[in-house]
C-alpha cells in the first residue's frame, strides 16, 4: 500500500515522491534532455526542455507518468532564460530522481540527487510530532515540530497556519528549529550541494485527555438527537 499523505514519515530530496517536488532554474539558452530514473519509474520517460526567449517561466513534469504527445504530459516544454522547470512524482511510491543532459548524454550536467545552488525543494509533512532535517550530502542537521491539530481549539475557530515556511540548506539548515502546522509547505531554498532528507523521529498522537473530551462530545450530540434520556 501506497503511503498517504497523511501517514508518509519521510521526504527525500533524492528520491522524489508525495506532496514534495524540485525547481531547477535553466539559464542557458539552448536544448536539453531530461530523464526520470528510479525503481518503477517508466522505460525511456524522457521529456524535452528548450530554453529560448520567448518561452515560459516555468515548465512542470510529473516524472512518474509515462509522457504523452496529445496535449496531456507534453514531451516538450520551452522556458524563457531563467526559467525553472518544477519536478513532482507524486506517483511514485519507491522515489524517483532526474537527470538532465545536454548535447552529450554520456554524464548529466545535473543530478537531482545533488541539489546546487538555485534549486528548490519543497516537501509537505503532515505527521504530528518531531522531524529530523538533514543534508546528508553536507552534514548540516536541522529540527522541525510539526504540530498536533487539537479539535479543541479548533471547535473554538482557531485555524491552523496556511503560508508557506522558507528554509536555507547547504552548509546550515536556517533556521534549524522550525514549527509549523499540517499543511504547511516547507519551501527549501538552496545555496550550496545538498540532498536533503525529512524523516519523522517522533510521533505526536495527541495529548492523552482527548479520548474523553470526544467522547463527551459524542455523547452531547447523540442526546441533540435523540433527546436526552430520563435518569
Known sequence: MF??????????????????SIAHPMRETGHWRLAAAGRRVAPRSEFDVIVRDGGKARYAIELAQEPRNDGIGLREGVLAPGGRINLAARAAPAG??????????????????????GDGYACMPMRPGAWR???VLGGAVGRLRVNYPDPRAIAQGMRPAATPVQVRAGTAITP????????????????????????????????????????????AALERV???RPD
Open 176 to 219: 534549524d528549529d522550525l514549527r509549523i502546522d499540517p499543511g504547511q509547505l516547507l519551501v527549501f531554498a538552496v545555496d550550496s550541494p545538498c540532498r536533503l532528507v525529512v524523516t519523522l523521529e517522533e510521533p505526536d498522537d495527541g495529548p492523552p485527555e482527548l479520548a474523553a473530551w470526544r467522547e463527551e462530545r459524542s455523547r
Open 226 to 228: 435523540l433527546g436526552r
Open 3 to 20: 503511503p498517504t499523505m497523511l501517514t508518509r514519515t519521510q521526504f527525500d530530496s533524492g528520491a522524489l515522491a508525495g506532496l514534495a
Open 133 to 135: 532535517i538533514e543534508n
Open 96 to 117: 524517483c530522481h532526474a537527470l538532465l543532459f545536454g548535447g552529450q548524454r554520456e554524464a548529466p550536467l545535473w543530478d537531482s540527487r545533488a541539489l546546487q545552488e
